[in-house]
Nanobody
Framework: QVQVVESGGGLVQAGGSLRLSCSAS????????MGWYRQAPGKQRELVAA???????RYADSVKGRFTISRDNAKNTVYLQMNSLKPEDTAVYYC???????????WGQGTQVTVSS
């Protein structure tokens, strides 16, 4: 079993910054991709950013140039640095860890990010 825990959400004014952290623990064999997703009220969950075990990254167009995903493989931890935040970034942010050998995705419980205008 793998546990995924996010932290770092909160309330920030537009233009501000937040840093989210996500740690995976438990019976970890080898985590492949890790990623951040978000879900705003009344909307579907969407990919924000993802990173492979070798450091390749991809971002949603809406966050390119503002958000940066990074990863510490030794700690099974992924970070999301969010700068120049906008009210439309308000959502619950979820972390996902994918273990391909087990064909399993593990999700965290989510952390709320609220950006006030």
């Amino acid at each position: 079993q793998v546990q995924v825990v996010e932290s770092g959400g909160g309330l920030v004014q537009a233009g501000g910054s937040l840093r989210l952290s996500c740690s995976a623990s438990g019976s970890i064999f080898s985590i492949n991709d890790m990623g951040w997703y978000r879900q705003a009220p009344g909307k579907q969950r969407e990919l924000v950013a993802a990173i492979t075990s070798t450091g390749s990254t991809r971002y949603a167009d809406s966050v390119k140039g503002r958000f940066t995903i990074s990863r510490d493989n030794a700690k099974n931890t992924v970070y999301l640095q969010m700068n120049s935040l906008k009210p439309e970034d308000t959502a619950v942010y979820y972390c996902k860890a994918s273990v391909y050998s087990l064909m399993q995705d593990y999700w965290g419980q989510g952390t709320q990010v609220t950006v006030s205008s």
